[in-house]
């Protein structure tokens, strides 16, 4: 009997089977026939798909690429969302390996730019107008294109309090046409494919694809949700007010819809150019130095950071001061996890691996059991490469590298928000070193870590939390007996279910599954043969050269249902079931 599970997998395979095999097709010509062979997908997609030619899967000149460059290749054929998800895995050395992660690294977000036609109808479909009519004046060409939007300049005026008008120039962030769309589809198929992952390859089942995907998901949602990103300028606008070190754009909500954002044109210095900075006399060191305590400013005092800062992120304005863009992936971070951090840094540094090991366990969710000695050894070692450091001397970016591959090999994963926050920490770093090969970003972190430690054990801050945990008891001890005598009224009542998860039983469903199709597959077509054989013995009309034409086309059924079925015994059995 097909379970409700397995019944909506097929429903959505049917319903994307184009996608499907746009997908499968991108894989077969860039040599990763073994991918789909791996995840059994020629099996999970045995109607339709099957007629893909695999004579085609090799490229003429496919050969001379490097499987990773080939991967590579793929995922910026196959748009958007794979182009994204490629990007979220060239950070993470405890997932991809090496000669991965350096080839995802180059993966390009820039695509053919869309037609001015289809900004006008996105313009109408949003706003009711043309951007001619909203703006004095609105470039047709747009300045970047790149998976999810492409941006245009205008000028926009703009009616003061007091009745006066001036022209602002603006940027105009506008979203390709049926992007979410088509994000959509290709979300549900990660999903499915990550989990023929846990199903069909034991080496990546720790690593919890379905939980990256379903992570991954929530973040490119957010992304493409352009009033999200209205509100992250807003809310970081105002978390920064009054700092004269940091300029924060000035977006447009009348103008800004889920497709469409307004904002205001930076005109500076992109932090990548370092020629152009020395040219016009900026202050490198300073500005190396202001960059990374504004993003640690952002984490450790404010808990809502820019997760993205690299280099085109960036520009300086004159007087050094700093300019964040792009505020479409933001992170959040609660304060216990700030100290969790804080405290694994100073432990490290005081080389104390029980300390350390507890700061690990409270950043991280742990897959199953795991052998504590083996991790504090593990700790121990790693405490090691840093104890003759002082905390200037580490590198924020090492240490992610290092805590990820231990993650890795123990089973655990970073909570959402610390990983975003290493990730944050680890690029501003960079930046800061291209700027001024000097710097010692953790150096600038110690009044951050002072001032967290000061908060963590200050009188507020215990009254608090001791307030919280007696108010935790006190509903716990009022909830009791009522908890109490619904589990025994449940017992009473044989209500009380015993729920059982296996492990390891999935393939052998399947392979039951799969033999049980072609007994009741060959079933019907000894059936058929049978029937048809007794129709033309017994010479019911109408006849075709005295044979029942009924007959011969029972014959006709049975053989192609033979053919279809031994054909996909050859195809798909390979020596399994």
């Known amino acids: 009997m097909v379970s409700l599970r397995q019944f909506g997998a097929v429903n959505r395979t049917f319903r994307h089977l184009g996608r499907y095999q746009q997908i499968l097709g991108v894989l077969l010509r860039y040599g990763l026939s073994d991918l789909v062979d791996h995840l059994h997908l020629d099996q999970y997609l ?11 899967r090799e490229h003429e ?106 022209e602002r120039r603006v940027v105009v962030k506008v979203q ?45 949602s957010r992304e493409i949700d352009f009033t999200i990103e209205l509100a992250n300028i807003q809310h970081f606008a105002r978390q920064f007010a009054g700092c004269r070190e940091i300029y924060v754009p000035e977006p447009y909500p009348a103008f800004s819809t889920t497709k469409i954002l307004v904002m205001e044109r930076i005109e500076g210095v992109k932090a990548s150019d370092i020629k152009k900075l020395q040219e016009k006399g900026y202050n490198l060191s300073l500005l190396a130095e202001r960059g990374a305590r504004l993003v640690m400013e952002q984490v450790f005092t404010h808990g809502f950071f820019h997760a993205d800062p690299h280099p085109g992120n960036i520009f300086f304005l004159p007087n050094n001061i700093v300019c964040f863009i792009d505020f479409g992936q933001m992170g959040r971070l609660l304060f216990k996890d700030r100290e969790s951090f804080i405290e694994l840094v100073s432990s490290i540094v ?21 052998d504590r000695d083996t991790l504090i050894l593990d700790i121990s070692e790693l405490i090691s490469r840093y104890l003759h450091l002082s905390i200037g001397e580490m590198e924020i970016g090492k240490i992610h ?38 710097q010692e970003m953790l150096s600038l972190a110690k009044p951050f870590i002072k001032k967290i430690k000061q908060e963590q054990f200050s009188a507020r801050r215990l009254l608090i939390e001791a307030a919280d945990t007696g108010s935790q008891y006190l509903h716990l001890l009022r909830d009791l007996p009522a908890e109490t005598r619904s589990v025994l009224a449940m017992l009473r009542q044989g209500k009380v279910r015993l729920e059982l998860e296996h492990y390891g039983l999935r393939p052998m469903e399947k392979a039951l599954y799969r033999v049980s199709n072609r007994i009741a597959f060959a079933i019907v077509l000894a059936a058929l043969i049978i029937g048809s054989s007794l129709i033309v013995l017994s ?19 049975a053989g192609c249902m033979g053919f279809g079925l031994l054909i996909s015994i050859l195809r798909q059995g390979r020596g399994r079931v």
Do not use: C
């Open 539 to 557: 010479g019911i009309k109408p006849k075709w050269h005295d044979i029942p034409i009924i007959g011969i086309v029972g014959f006709l059924i």
């Open 176 to 220: 390709r046409p049926s992007l979410e769309k088509n994000i959509s589809i290709d979300l549900e198929i990660l999903a499915r494919i990550a989990q023929l992952m846990e199903d069909h390859l034991q080496e990546v089942r720790g690593h919890r694809p379905t939980a990256i995907v379903q992570e991954f998901s929530r973040s490119l």
């Open 401 to 438: 590298w290092e805590l990820l591959r231990l993650f890795s090999r123990h089973n655990m994963f970073l909570k959402p928000g610390l990983y975003l926050m290493l990730k944050a920490l680890g690029t501003a770093e960079g930046v800061g070193r291209m700027l001024d090969p000097e």
């Open 46 to 56: 045995e109607t339709g798909l099957q007629m893909l030619s695999r004579k085609s």
């Open 350 to 370: 005081s080389g104390d691996e029980v300390k350390v090991t507890a700061a690990v366990l409270n950043m991280t969710v742990q897959q199953g059991e795991f």
């Open 61 to 166: 000149q496919i050969d001379r690429y490097s499987r990773p460059e080939r991967l590579r290749m793929a995922l910026e054929e196959l748009g958007p969302t794979f182009i994204k998800l490629g990007q979220l895995l060239s950070v993470r050395p405890d997932i991809v390996s090496p000669e991965y992660l350096k080839e995802l690294t180059k993966l390009q977000d820039e695509v053919p730019p869309f037609s001015y036609e289809e900004v006008q109808k996105i313009f109408y479909e949003e706003l009711g107008k043309d951007p001619t009519d909203l703006f004095t004046s609105f470039g047709s060409e747009p300045l970047a294109a790149a998976s999810i939007s492409q941006v245009h300049h205008a000028r926009l005026l703009i009616r003061g309090q007091d009745g006066s008008e001036q």
